[in-house]
């Protein structure tokens, strides 16, 4: 075996080693050219340059700086987001100087109702608040509890006889008050029979769970001042009518006197479709004191809830976190609005809180008690308002996420369950639970027509009712805007950057996420309206309240360091909840009434008991009907009288208004023209629409009354009322959304032109920009403006006996291959052959042409004008969904189209194809319905909301038009929905407010008016006239009773046919068109139904 081989000798020392030099090889430079640097890269490197120092900077700051410098930042993109435009506007003007995107974010073609920008500042806010939260030390994570069992006893069966009666008892409809005693009575010895398991079984202690008796005691002053708070101001008119909250008040008294029953159980209420079990919670304060009671009963929910509230937040995060918590909920502008207003929206709120608060006993205990009562408690939420629904939904959430579930056993989940199941059971067998559940939302009782428009809302109202709290355009039921005061918001944007950072570390970030975007859904997006509604959005205020304390708590712990750090974290939360209630009290009590759109009722019960509090009050009015209640409620019903206007000339005559205060309505001031300029100074009062609409006359002056009593009963008087300096009116909020935000450039752009011109301004102005087809054309006259004082006294109409039923005449429904979505116009071939269909609401016009017995679908007209990918988009300006009307020329073979969304009318040949645009103008705005006169030569478009119609040729040019103030003498007009002509040139109004059709010469001279019962202006009536037969007469659509009117043209004869046929369900008969038969084509919009009525030959005999 060979040895390895070894060295042998000793080590050369380091010393002895010599050093060798490295030899050095000369090198030869050779000259290369300079490279070109491109002009692209030095641009980049500049730009990276200028962008990065801010950064570069920053790293070079200290924390403290960083600390202010960031919380500068943050605060004012957190304005700019609520929409101030001292900062909006500069932050918005330096963004797209730098050419950042996303100045407004779009939905399809919609705008989301929010600041420039937003997105951006929403972002950086994040990271600033985000860089905060990192500073915060991790949570300590609990410890895990131990289980009990459950054992079934006898009393689970008879629990279960008494719940089979009393689901008998239910189903048979009767006992009402035995089924309410059973219920209660049987939820009471289950809730018995579970503590008593608890008590075998020892539940899991938690000494820390609920407070010591001290700081329980504070709790409970805190909950009844805010007691006090919201019910101090009960009586005040600010707070005396929205409108439908009386219906509440009188179902809840009803049960008092006997003559609504308490069927607690059932969802047949208010309206026939709100729980019954909130009429008998508010019935049960009524029996001293109603209108206090009625009151208490909503103020106590708020109050209470405060509670469960101020415990769960303090077990699940802390007691700082509780008490701002507590304070941000008990001031929620939504709180301290319904707090005010008895609607049943706000008892949802209870079971929300005081739910989760047992949910949260049931699982850290793993208790049979706790379980059975948040089951029950989540199942009676049921009953509440339809908001109360989502408890469930929101409790499953919770459970998911709790870090303890996994000890929570299922026999105690399990009886929980059932004992939910057959709580709201009753619930759930009501044979309209879908249909009551599915009209509160789009599925069913969306106000979108257009279903393909549902998808862009929902996704629109998500964002709107996600983001309410820091910006809302809209005012309603008494929440000033933004649904949150500023530090709320302030708060509540850090909360929610807290639960985005901490997600997936913290189950209490996940269940405040994921639970807040599941309610927003539901709360805003699918809702049946085209916002979300604060009847909704006032269910997420316990949910913004925690989420608006964990983020200040966090922000304050964040910034409160050093020795004092505990004083400084106090004096933060203090200075921060002292913020809150003060924004929040400023905003409701002092912001809210000066900029608040209140009713004409609220506004009357104002006067009356402000500025005429010791007067005797006369109210001349056939409307507000509701004063009469609210006389009685407000204490002044024995100084107030409402009388009808052909009663009150009588009384005047006979000097018994004398002394006292007589408030007009408008209608009625409309009687006597000119007797508004009789009102003095301050005495006009106007709804939220800031419309006139009573007008007060203190007849406390012996003088001003008989200067009254003279012009009223002679048209004249030599009384001169003085006049002070002009006042701006208060402009009040908006109620909804702004119609015609995307339509108003144009329309400014058309009156600088008039204005240039040097025309007079008004609504004919505009006429002198007419299309491109007929050229500019000279403004023609036509008819002046009629002034107030150009009208006679009261109009009587011309008398007619009582309509008789015309039996002879047959009505058939016409079969369509067509799907309709809102059909406005009907236009009928006079062979009859081809029918032409408006639809405003899809924005098409069909044609369809007759074979055999059904009209087929020949052609669909497209109203879009923009061209995209997969064919017309939908161009209309943003929440413009008005609908579109039609007239036939039967002669030149063409179909007119009234586009009002784009203030065009559009001329097509008989077969779809467009041939020009002959209008474009804005008095087409706001139209109801287009006619063509007999002679093909004029057109007449009415305008209700304008009181006006508008006359030009059939090439476009202008004729002239007539207007007039609102009132109901000869020739005034209010809302005038239809005008056409006879063989005559006259011409046939529908002046709908009024109730009548009143007749002009062609040169609009008064000459005669027929009563035809109560109308509307929308999918309003129509008229035809028929003078081809021995008594000519005309046939008006008669929406209220269903049926078609006739009345000869000389007054004297009426006949009525009801729109009744095989399997027809005609509810709103209105747009009309007639062949050469004289047969009746009449379109129902809501159904959608087609009918043709045909007449005998002659009908009027």
Excluded at 531 to 558: D, E, H, K, Q
Aim: with cysteine; glycine share 6%; charged share 20%.
């Amino acid at each position: 075996m060979k040895k390895k081989a070894t060295k042998t000798g000793k080590p050369v020392s380091v010393k002895r080693k010599k050093k060798v030099k490295p030899v050095i090889e000369p090198v030869i430079a050779i000259s290369e050219p300079p490279k070109k640097t491109n002009l692209f890269i030095k641009l980049f490197k500049f730009l990276f340059a200028v962008i990065s120092f801010p950064f570069k900077a920053a790293a070079k700051l200290g924390k403290k700086t960083k600390m202010v410098l960031l919380a500068l930042i943050g605060a004012a993109v957190f304005m700019a987001m609520a929409g101030f435009s001292w900062i909006t506007q500069p932050l918005a003007a330096f963004y797209a100087f730098i050419l950042l995107p996303f100045e407004y974010v779009r939905v399809a073609r919609f705008d989301l109702a929010l600041p420039p920008y937003f997105t951006v500042n929403f972002l950086i806010f994040i990271l600033c608040a985000a860089w905060f939260l990192k500073q915060l030390p991790a949570d300590e994570k609990r410890t895990a509890e131990k289980q009990a069992g459950f054992k079934i006893g006898i009393t689970i069966p008879l629990v279960l006889v008494g719940y089979g009666i009393l689901v008998w008892l239910f189903l048979n409809n009767k006992h009402y008050m035995a089924q309410n005693i059973l219920f209660f009575a049987l939820l009471i010895i289950s809730g018995l029979y579970f503590a008593a398991l608890d008590l075998k079984n020892e539940p899991v202690s938690d000494a820390n769970a609920f407070p010591d008796a001290k700081e329980f005691g504070r709790l409970l002053i805190f909950a009844a001042v805010m007691l006090v708070v919201y019910m101090f101001d009960w009586k005040s008119w600010r707070y005396s009518f929205i409108g439908d909250e009386y219906a509440f008040y009188e179902y809840a008294k009803g049960m008092i006197k006997g003559s609504t029953l308490p069927k607690m159980l059932y969802e047949d209420g208010v309206y026939g479709y709100h729980p019954v079990w909130s009429s008998v919670y508010q019935s049960l304060f009524m029996h001293i004191n109603p209108f206090f009671g009625w009151k208490l009963s909503t103020a106590l929910i708020p109050a209470v809830s405060i509670i469960p509230l101020y415990l769960w937040t303090r077990m699940v995060f802390n007691k700082s976190t509780a008490a701002v918590a507590s304070v941000a909920f008990a001031f929620a502008l939504p709180i301290l609005a319904f707090a005010h207003l008895s609607h049943n929206n706000i008892h949802s709120i209870m079971p929300l809180v005081a739910g989760i608060l047992f949910l949260e006993l049931a699982i850290r205990r793993n208790s049979h008690f706790w379980t059975f009562v948040a089951a029950a408690v989540i199942g009676m939420g049921c009953y509440s308002f339809y908001s109360g629904r989502l408890v469930p939904v929101l409790g499953v959430i919770y459970w998911f996420f709790h870090p303890l579930r996994r000890q929570y056993s299922w026999n105690r989940i399990i009886p929980g369950i059932l004992l939910f199941l057959g709580t709201i059971i009753f619930i759930v067998i009501n044979p309209k639970f879908v249909d009551h559940l599915t009209m509160q939302s789009f599925v069913t009782g969306s106000e979108i027509s257009n279903p393909a428009d549902r998808p862009l809302f929902l996704i629109m109202n998500y964002f709107h009712a996600f983001f309410a709290f820091i910006y809302r355009e809209l005012m309603s039921h008494y929440v000033p805007g933004r649904t949150a005061d500023l530090v709320s918001a302030f708060g509540i944007f850090a909360g929610l950057t807290w639960a985005v950072v901490a997600f997936f570390r913290d189950w209490r970030a996940r269940f405040l996420l994921v639970g807040y975007a599941v309610l927003v859904f539901f709360i805003g997006a699918i809702v049946q309206y085209s916002y979300p509604p604060n009847t909704r959005l006032i269910f997420l205020s316990p949910m913004l309240a925690i989420l608006a304390a964990v983020g200040i708590t966090r922000l304050a712990a964040a910034v409160s360091k050093g020795k004092n750090g505990a004083k400084i974290y106090k004096g933060i939360l203090i200075t921060v909840m002292a913020g809150i209630i003060a924004s929040s009290a400023y905003k409701f009590y002092i912001y809210m009434p000066k900029v608040f759109p209140y009713t004409a009722e609220a506004v009357a019960v104002r006067y009356i008991l402000e500025d005429g509090k010791k007067k005797s009050i006369v109210l001349v009015s056939k409307e507000f009907h509701m004063l009469n209640l609210l006389s009685e409620l407000y204490g002044f019903r024995a100084r107030f009288e409402r009388m009808d206007p052909e009663v009150f000339e009588a009384v005047l005559n006979r000097d018994e208004l004398k002394g006292k205060a007589v408030i007009l309505s408008a209608s009625t001031a409309a009687m006597k023209p000119g007797i508004d300029n009789l009102v003095k100074d301050g005495k006009i009062l106007y709804n939220e629409m800031h419309r006139q609409i009573l007008f007060v006359y203190d007849f406390s002056d012996e003088q001003y009354y008989a200067a009254f009593r003279e012009y009223w009963n002679t048209g004249s008087t030599q009384y001169a009322v003085e006049r002070g300096p002009v006042k701006t009116p208060v402009v009040r909020g908006k109620l909804y959304s702004p119609s015609f935000a995307r339509h108003e450039p144009r329309r400014k752009t058309a009156a600088k032109i008039a204005a240039a011109d040097g025309k007079k301004s008004n609504i004919f102005s505009a006429f002198a920009q007419v299309s491109v087809q007929s050229g500019d054309q000279q403004v023609s006259p036509g008819f002046e403006y009629k002034p107030i004082d150009n009208f006679s006294g009261i109009c009587k109409n011309t008398d007619y006996k009582a309509p008789i039923p015309l039996r002879e005449a047959k009505v058939t429904k016409i079969k369509c291959e067509a799907e309709f979505d809102t059909p406005s116009d009907i236009a009928v071939s006079l062979d009859g052959n081809r029918m032409f269909i408006a639809d405003g609401m899809a924005y098409k016009v069909y044609i369809l042409e007759k074979q055999a017995d059904i009209y087929k679908l020949k052609k669909t007209i497209s109203m879009a004008t923009k061209k995209g990918v997969f064919g017309d988009v939908d161009d209309r300006p943003q929440d413009l969904k008005e609908h579109a009307y039609m007239e036939l020329d039967q002669q030149a073979g063409m179909l007119y189209v009234m586009d009002v969304n784009k203030d065009t009318i559009r001329q097509f040949d008989f077969d779809g194809n467009e041939k020009k645009t002959i209008v474009f103008n804005s008095f087409v705005h706001g139209a109801r319905s287009i006619a063509l006169s007999k002679d093909n030569s004029t057109f007449a478009v009415s305008s209700p909301g304008k009181n006006l119609l508008v006359f030009f040729g059939s090439n476009g040019q202008p004729m002239g038009y007539y207007a007039t103030s609102t009132g109901g003498s000869c020739g005034q007009m209010s809302q005038p929905c239809y005008v056409t002509f006879d063989s005559k040139g006259n011409r046939y109004v529908l002046d709908t407010i009024n109730r009548r059709v009143q007749v002009f010469s062609p040169d609009m001279k008064y000459i005669r008016s027929f009563e035809i019962g109560t109308a509307s202006t929308i999918h309003g009536p129509q008229i035809e006239i028929f003078e081809n037969t021995p008594e000519p007469f005309m046939a008006i659509s008669i929406q209220s009773t269903k049926n078609i009117l006739f009345i000869t043209l000389d007054g004297k004869k009426a006949r009525t046919v009801e729109m009744r046929g095989d399997n027809m369900s005609f509810v709103n008969p209105s747009s009309m068109d007639v062949d050469v038969n004289g047969n009746i084509y009449v379109l129902d919009p809501r159904t959608k139904e087609i009918a043709k009525v045909e007449l005998p030959a002659e009908p009027m005999k």
